[in-house]
């Protein structure tokens, strides 16, 4: 049974740095692809980074910069070190991942199998 359990969220103000956990069991990790979306009240849910499974990333345009998503395939766990946190980004933060054969790192939420349970992320201002 796979089991994605994501931690590190929490409240901080705008301007600070948070990073995010997300352990996986159940599963070979390193043959995964892994992302973080994130979803407001009343918004859909975005994608935030993408990780493929040697590593290379990717990141919308809003949090390029900010933003970094990395892997341990020793430890299972796909990390999110999000920096110069703004107000609007708070939200439940959720990590996804998906098995490729291939070196992709998709954007939509349709195209990932499983999912964490997520993690509140509020920014005060």
């Known amino acids: 049974q796979v089991q994605l359990v994501e931690s590190g969220g929490g409240l901080v103000q705008a301007g600070d740095s948070l990073t995010l956990s997300c352990a996986a069991s159940?599963?070979?990790?390193?043959?995964?692809?892994g992302a973080w979306f994130r979803q407001a009240p009343g918004m859909e849910r975005e994608f935030v980074a993408g990780?493929?499974?040697?590593?290379?990333?990717l990141y919308p345009y809003s949090v390029q910069g900010r933003f970094t998503i990395s892997r341990d395939n020793a430890k299972n766990t796909i990390y999110l070190q999000m920096n110069s946190l703004k107000p609007e980004e708070t939200a439940v933060y959720y990590c996804?991942?998906?098995?490729?054969?291939?070196?992709?790192?998709?954007?939509?939420?349709?195209?990932?199998?499983?999912w964490g349970q997520g993690t509140q992320v509020t920014v005060s201002s």
């Open positions: 996804a991942a998906v098995q490729r054969s291939y070196d992709v790192k998709p954007t939509h939420r349709d195209d990932y199998d499983y």
């Open positions: 159940g599963l070979t990790f390193s043959t995964y692809v």
């Open positions: 990780i493929s499974r040697s590593g290379s990333t």
